[in-house]
């Protein structure tokens, strides 16, 4: 079975940081994007930040400037450190990557979400 492994989050203050993990598991022959989402409450899931297999990353503009994605190739994980953290943070952080799972299919593969709430 392949998963996506989230750690981090909480709660914390406006102005605050914190940092996201997130590691590949299982039987994974290669990946390439790695990507960070996230779910407002009552919205729907965003793309925050992304990053390609030879660290090229780019950001959705609301985040540009205050988080930076990052990864690991030789563990198979991507982080995403987030700092002077708003109001309009909070919401449901989801990881995700292509991976090949196979010798001849690939597919996205999902973290569980994890919550992050930026309240005072």
């Known amino acids: 079975q392949v998963n996506m492994v989230q750690s981090g989050g909480g709660l914390v203050q406006p102005g605050g940081s914190l940092r996201l993990s997130c590691a590949a598991s299982?039987?994974?022959?290669?990946?390439?994007?790695m990507e960070w989402h996230r779910q407002p409450p009552g919205k729907e899931r965003e793309l925050v930040a992304a990053?390609?297999?030879?660290?090229?990353?780019k950001y959705a503009p609301s985040v540009q400037g205050r988080f930076t994605i990052s990864r690991n190739n030789a563990k198979k994980e991507v982080y995403l450190e987030m700092n002077s953290l708003k109001l309009e943070d909070t919401g449901v952080y989801f990881c995700?990557?292509?991976?090949?799972?196979?010798?001849?299919?690939?597919?996205?593969?999902w973290g569980q979400g994890i919550p992050v709430t930026v309240s005072s």
């Open positions: 995700n990557a292509f991976a090949k799972v196979s010798p001849d299919s690939w597919r996205f593969v």
């Open positions: 299982g039987n994974i022959f290669d990946l390439t994007g």
């Open positions: 990053i390609t297999s030879d660290y090229k990353p």
